[in-house]
C-alpha cells in the first residue's frame, strides 16, 4: 500500500505523458469508449433520486473513467452493477460531469421576519421562487465519491483531479452521488476490479522509468547548452569590448563604425553577403513562400471568414448566442450549411497554389533561367512541395485553431472537442494537399495556362464526372436501380448515389461528409459525446498524395525544357481530359433530355461528346498528332462510351431481373400503398381535398408474404419500361405512376434494394394482400389500440413518428353519414373511446385485404379521427393529420358501438337516396386530362366533400360527363357507391347533395356501373 502511495504522484505525470488514456465508460448501463453514444442520465437503473420532492428535476450525473489498462463489463442481470477493470500500480482519472454543471440561485436577506412572507420575496425571486434581496450566486453540484474497500481501491485528489488509486488486487464499488439544491439527488454505482501486479504493470512501470529518466538527461543537456550559449555571448562581448577599445585608440572619431563594421562582416547574413547563398534550397524554399504569399494571404481571408467569422459573428448562428445553443451545442467550427463551401474552398486553395509555385515551367525563359541554377530538379522540385505544404497547413490551421478558441470562450472545452478539432483540420488539410498534388501533376504535364486548367479539372473531376454519368444512364436505363434515386416530394435517397457511396475515392468530396458530421456537436438524449471520425480514411488518402507526389517528382524529372508555352506536348493527358469533359457534356445532356425522351438525350449526348472532343482536340489541345490519329481516338473513346451504356441499357450484367431466391430472404420492406389510416412508421407526402399521395414502409418476414413480393418483383421488372397510358380493354394493365420500393434482407447479411417508378394497376392492387401477414394485423392492432406490448423497441420507435397512431391516441373523433351529408361530432368517456378503438382494431383484423379495398357494401358511417378537426372536418376527406374508417355492416363490433350510443340513428340510420340530388359520372382515366399525370396519386380512394362542383382528382378535359338526374336512377346507383375504394377501374362519382351547395365524391367500381355508362 505504501508503496502504491509513494508512487502516485509519479504514476499521474506519467498517466498524463503516456498519451490519451481511452475513456473506461462515457455512460450509464454502457461502459464503451468516448465516443459512447448512450447518454448517462439519473433515470438509468442504477441511478437513485435522494430528493423527496417529486416535482423537483432530476440532476443528471454523466462520469467518465480514463485508464492505461483494463477492460469495462456491463452489468450481468439485475441487482448486478457494471464492472471496470484497472491496473495494480497507476491511478484512473475519474471525471464526473453533471447536468446543469452550476446554477444561480439567489443571495437570501433573512429579513423574513421583517416584510412578514416566509420565503422573504420583497426584492427579485430566483428562478424557484426563493428570496434573491442579496444578489445572487453561482452554486455547483456537490459530489461524493467513496470506495466500499480502501485496501483494494482509494480516491485521490491531485493536480485539481480526482483519481482511483489502486492499493491491493480485488474488488470495490465504488459509489458516486451528486447533490445540488431545487434538484433530485443523482447516484452511480459501479464496481473496481484492481487486477494482481502483472507484465504490463512492470513494462508500464519501466516505461515510466525511462521517461523520468529522459526528461532528466534532457533537462541537464539543456541546462547545459544555455549555460554553454551565456558563456560564448559573455565571451563575445568582452572580446567585441576590447576590440572596441584598440580601434577607439587607433581611430577616435570613427571606432564606432569601424566595430560595426566588424561586427556586420563576421555575422551569419555578412558572410552570406561575401560569399554569396551557400544554401540555395533554402533560398529558393524561401522564394516559392514569397510567391505564395498572395494565395496564402487570400485563403486566410477567405478561410477567416468561412470558419471563425461564420460560427461567432452572425448572431442567429453564433456559439456566443445561447438562445442558438440552448446548451446543447457543444462546439461549431464553422456554420453548419457552409460544409461544401469549406471543402470546395480546400480544393481551390491546393490547386491555386500547384499552378502558382509550378507556373515557371510554362514561360520559356523562366523554364531557362530555374533549370540553370545550381540545383537539381528533385530539390527544385521538393522546395515548392515544401512552401505548398507550409502554406496549406497554416492557411488551414490558423482558422480553425481561433473558431476553437473562440468555442472555448463561448461554450468551454467538452469533451472529445480538441480530437474533432485535430480529426477535421487534419482532413481538410488533406483534402487540400491532395487537390495540390493532382494541379501539380497538371501543371507539371501542361506547356500553356489553357492546358493546364484543362488537365487539372479533368484530374480533380474525373471520378465525380464518370460516377455522376454512370448514375444518369442507370437513372434512364437500368431497371431497379435505386442509388440516387429519390422518392416523389422527398429529398431523402433510396440508396445513397455512386457519389455518395464511392466518395471515398474521390478527391473532391472524400472528407465532405465527414468534414461537415465532425466540426459540430450537439448533445441531444442519447447522444452526449461525439463519436470519433475514423483516421483511416485521412491516412489512406495522404498516402495518396505521397504516392501522387512520386508521380509528380518524376514527370518533373523527365519534362523537357522546350515544352514551356507550346500545346499538344502530352497527348495521353489531352485524351484523358477531351474524355472527362465530353463525358460531362454527355452526362448534362442526358439529365436534362432524359424525362422527355431517352432516345433523343442518349443522341444528343454523344453529339455533345464528339463536339466538345473536337473543339478541343483541333483547338487549343491541338499538338502534333495525326488528325486521322485523332479522330480514331475520339472515335474510340466514342465506341467505349456506347459500350458501357449498352451494358447499362442491357441490366448490368443481370441486375435489372436478379430476383432473390425465396430460401435467401430473411425478410422484406415493401413500400406500401394501402390506406394511410394504419401507417406502422413515419411517412412523407402531399395531400389536397381530391388527391393524395404518401411513402411509408412496412416489412414482412412470413413466407407467404415474402412469396407475394418476389412474385411481384419479376411482374414490375416485366412493366418497367411499359408505355404509360390507359389500357380500356384491361385497366388493371394501365401503367400509372408510381414508387415502389423493395428491400430484400438477406439471410448473409446483405440488403438488396430495388426502385421503379411505374407500375400496373394490377400490380399495385396486388401488393394490397400483404396486408394479410399475420405481423401486419399486430402493427395495425398497436396502431389503433396503442396496444405495442408484442412490438419491438424499433416497432415502438418507428409507430410513434405515425400520423395515424397519434390520430387515434389524441384526435378528435367525428362521425359522418353514407354520404357525408350529416357530420357530428362523437363525444366519449376514456373507458368508451378504449372500447370503440378495441371494436375498430377487431374489426380490422377480421376483414381480409380484399374486402377492405374492394368492399362489397356500401360505408354506412364514416368514421374519423383528427387532430385538426377545424380543418379536416369541412371536406372530411384524409390529410396527414387524420385517420378514416368507413364503417360497412360487416364491421360487426364497431357498429355495435356505434348503435350502442344511438349514433347510427342520430344519422338517420339506413342512408336515404333522396338527400343526393344529382350524379355526374367521370371515367376513371389518369391520361383523359391535357395535362396527364406525371406524378405518383394514390390509388386508394377516399371520399371528400366540397363547396364547388368539379373537384376530381383529375378533370377530363374533353368530353361531356354523364349526368343522372332520375331519383330512380339514383336509387338504384347509391347502394354501389364507395366511399373508400381502391380504384381498379370503373368511374369517379360527384354527387350533389339535396337543398345545400355541397358535392360529395364518390367511387363506383366498374363491375357495379349501370349499363347505360
Request: net charge negative.
Amino acid at each position: 500500500m505504501q508503496t502504491n502511495r509513494l508512487l502516485a504522484v509519479l504514476a499521474v505525470v506519467v498517466a498524463l505523458a503516456l498519451g490519451a488514456p481511452s475513456p473506461a465508460f462515457a455512460a450509464m448501463g454502457g461502459m464503451g469508449g468516448s465516443g459512447s453514444s448512450e447518454g448517462m442520465s439519473s433515470d438509468s437503473a442504477v441511478a437513485q433520486s435522494a430528493n423527496d420532492d417529486p416535482n423537483a428535476e432530476q440532476l443528471g450525473l454523466m462520469p467518465k473513467l480514463f485508464r492505461l489498462t483494463g477492460e469495462s463489463r456491463a452489468s450481468q442481470g439485475e441487482g448486478s452493477l457494471p464492472v471496470e477493470g484497472v491496473g495494480a500500480v497507476f491511478p484512473n482519472l475519474l471525471s464526473v460531469n453533471t447536468t446543469p454543471a452550476s446554477i444561480n440561485t439567489g443571495i437570501e436577506c433573512h429579513m423574513d421576519e421583517v416584510c412578514g412572507f416566509d420565503p422573504c420575496t420583497c426584492g427579485k425571486p430566483d428562478a424557484w421562487g426563493h428570496c434573491a434581496c442579496g444578489g445572487f450566486r453561482e452554486t455547483a453540484p456537490t459530489v461524493t465519491i467513496s470506495t466500499s474497500d480502501a485496501n483494494v481501491a482509494q480516491i485521490v485528489q491531485a493536480f485539481g483531479q480526482t483519481w482511483i488509486l489502486p492499493v491491493g488486487p480485488g474488488a470495490a464499488t465504488v459509489q458516486i452521488t451528486a447533490d445540488l439544491v431545487h434538484y433530485r439527488s443523482a447516484s452511480y454505482a459501479f464496481d473496481v476490479e484492481v487486477a494482481p501486479f502483472g507484465v504490463v504493470d512492470a513494462l508500464l512501470i519501466a516505461a515510466a522509468f525511462l521517461l523520468a529518466v529522459g526528461v532528466l538527461v534532457g533537462l541537464f543537456f539543456l541546462v547545459r547548452l544555455i549555460v554553454r550559449l551565456v558563456r560564448r555571448k559573455l565571451a563575445e562581448r568582452r572580446a567585441w569590448k576590447a576590440r572596441g577599445d584598440e580601434l577607439k585608440e587607433e581611430f577616435p572619431l570613427t571606432w564606432r563604425a569601424k566595430l560595426q563594421s566588424e561586427k556586420y562582416a563576421k555575422s551569419p547574413r555578412g558572410r552570406r553577403r561575401r560569399g554569396g547563398h551557400r544554401r540555395p534550397f533554402a533560398h529558393d524554399f524561401l522564394f516559392s513562400l514569397r510567391q505564395a504569399a498572395p494565395v496564402l494571404v487570400a485563403a486566410l481571408a477567405l478561410f477567416a471568414v468561412l470558419v471563425p467569422v461564420s460560427t461567432s459573428v452572425v448572431n442567429d448562428i453564433s456559439v456566443f448566442n445561447v438562445n442558438y445553443t440552448h446548451e446543447q451545442l457543444k462546439f461549431q467550427f464553422y456554420a453548419q450549411e457552409l460544409a461544401p463551401v469549406v471543402n470546395a474552398a480546400c480544393v481551390l486553395f491546393g490547386a491555386v497554389l500547384a499552378v502558382v509555385l509550378f507556373r515557371f515551367l510554362l514561360v520559356k525563359r523562366a523554364t531557362t533561367a530555374f533549370f540553370s541554377v545550381g540545383l537539381s530538379r528533385v530539390k527544385l522540385f521538393f522546395s515548392r512541395y515544401l512552401a505548398g505544404a507550409v502554406c496549406i497547413v497554416v492557411g488551414i490551421a490558423v482558422p480553425f485553431a481561433v473558431s476553437l478558441l473562440l468555442n472555448h470562450l463561448a461554450l468551454g472545452l467538452y469533451d472529445g472537442e480538441v480530437h474533432e478539432f485535430f480529426y477535421v483540420t487534419c482532413g481538410y488539410i488533406t483534402v487540400a494537399l491532395a487537390a495540390f498534388a493532382l494541379a501539380g501533376i497538371a501543371v507539371i504535364c501542361a506547356g500553356t495556362l489553357f492546358e493546364t486548367c484543362t488537365f487539372g479539372v479533368a484530374l480533380l473531376a474525373s471520378v465525380s464526372v464518370v460516377l455522376w454519368g454512370v448514375g444518369v444512364l442507370a437513372d434512364y436505363l437500368l431497371v431497379g436501380n435505386a442509388s440516387g434515386a429519390a422518392l416523389y416530394g422527398q429529398a431523402v435517397q433510396v440508396e445513397p448515389s455512386f457519389l455518395s457511396q464511392l466518395s471515398c475515392l474521390n478527391p473532391l468530396l472524400f472528407f465532405s461528409d465527414a468534414g461537415g458530421s465532425h466540426q459540430f456537436f450537439m448533445a441531444l438524449h442519447p447522444v452526449y459525446y461525439p463519436v470519433f471520425g475514423s483516421w483511416s480514411l485521412i491516412i489512406g488518402w495522404f498516402a495518396a498524395y505521397l504516392a501522387l507526389s512520386a508521380l509528380g517528382l518524376a514527370a518533373f524529372c523527365r519534362r523537357r525544357g522546350e515544352q514551356a508555352e507550346m500545346a499538344g506536348k502530352a497527348p495521353v493527358f489531352s485524351l484523358f481530359s477531351v474524355a472527362v469533359l465530353g463525358l460531362a457534356a454527355f452526362a448534362a445532356a442526358v439529365a436534362l433530355l432524359g424525362s422527355v425522351d431517352v432516345a433523343v438525350a442518349l443522341v444528343v449526348g454523344a453529339a455533345l461528346f464528339v463536339l466538345v472532343s473536337l473543339v478541343l482536340l483541333f483547338g487549343p489541345l491541338r499538338g502534333r498528332t495525326a488528325r486521322r490519329t485523332t479522330l480514331a481516338c475520339v472515335g474510340g473513346e466514342l465506341a467505349a462510351m456506347a459500350a458501357v451504356v449498352a451494358v447499362v441499357a442491357g441490366g448490368a450484367f443481370g441486375y435489372a431481373g436478379f430476383v432473390p431466391a425465396a430460401e435467401d430472404v430473411e425478410s422484406v420492406e415493401v413500400s406500401y400503398n394501402g390506406s394511410p389510416s394504419y401507417l406502422t412508421q413515419g411517412f412523407s407526402g402531399v395531400a389536397s381535398g381530391s388527391s393524395y399521395y404518401y411513402t411509408s414502409y412496412r416489412s414482412y418476414g412470413q413466407e407467404s408474404s415474402v412469396d407475394i413480393v418476389r412474385s411481384l418483383h419479376g411482374q414490375l421488372i416485366d412493366s418497367a419500361r411499359a408505355t404509360r397510358e390507359t389500357n380500356y380493354e384491361d385497366f388493371q394493365s394501365s401503367v400509372v405512376p408510381y414508387d415502389v420500393v423493395l428491400r430484400y434482407r438477406m439471410k448473409d447479411g446483405g440488403d438488396v434494394v430495388r426502385y421503379y417508378n411505374q407500375a400496373t394497376v394490377g400490380e399495385l392492387s396486388a401488393l394490397l394482400a400483404l396486408d394479410n401477414d399475420a405481423h401486419t394485423h399486430e402493427l395495425e392492432n398497436a396502431v389503433v389500440t396503442g396496444d405495442t406490448s408484442g412490438l419491438s423497441d424499433e416497432e415502438r420507435e418507428a409507430l410513434s413518428k405515425s400520423p395515424s397512431y397519434n390520430a387515434y391516441r389524441a384526435g378528435y373523433v367525428y362521425l359522418g353519414d353514407g354520404a357525408l351529408n350529416r357530420i357530428m361530432r362523437v363525444e366519449c368517456t376514456d373507458e368508451e373511446r378504449a372500447q370503440l378503438v378495441g371494436a375498430l382494431a377487431h374489426d380490422l383484423a377480421n376483414t381480409n385485404a380484399n374486402e377492405r379495398y374492394l368492399p362489397s357494401k356500401p360505408a354506412r358511417a364514416a368514421l374519423m379521427f383528427t387532430l385538426s378537426p377545424e380543418l379536416d372536418v369541412v371536406s372530411f376527406g384524409y390529410s396527414f393529420s387524420n385517420a378514416v374508417t368507413y364503417v360497412t355492416d360487416d364491421w360487426t363490433e364497431t357498429m355495435a358501438w356505434l348503435e350502442g350510443k344511438g349514433l347510427i340513428d342520430a344519422l338517420g340510420g339506413q342512408l336515404d337516396s333522396k338527400v343526393i340530388e344529382q350524379l355526374t359520372f367521370q371515367l376513371d382515366d389518369p391520361y383523359a386530362s391535357i395535362n396527364k399525370v406525371t406524378q405518383p396519386v394514390s390509388r386508394y380512394f377516399m371520399a371528400y366533400r366540397s363547396e364547388t362542383a368539379g373537384q376530381y382528382w383529375i378533370t377530363q378535359d374533353y368530353g361531356a360527363l354523364k349526368v343522372v338526374d332520375e331519383q330512380s336512377k339514383i336509387a338504384e346507383i347509391v347502394p354501389n357507391l364507395r366511399m373508400g375504394c381502391y380504384m381498379t377501374g370503373g368511374y369517379l362519382v360527384q354527387a350533389k347533395l339535396r337543398g345545400i351547395e355541397a358535392y360529395v365524391y364518390f367511387y363506383l367500381p366498374a363491375e357495379l356501373a349501370p349499363s347505360y355508362l
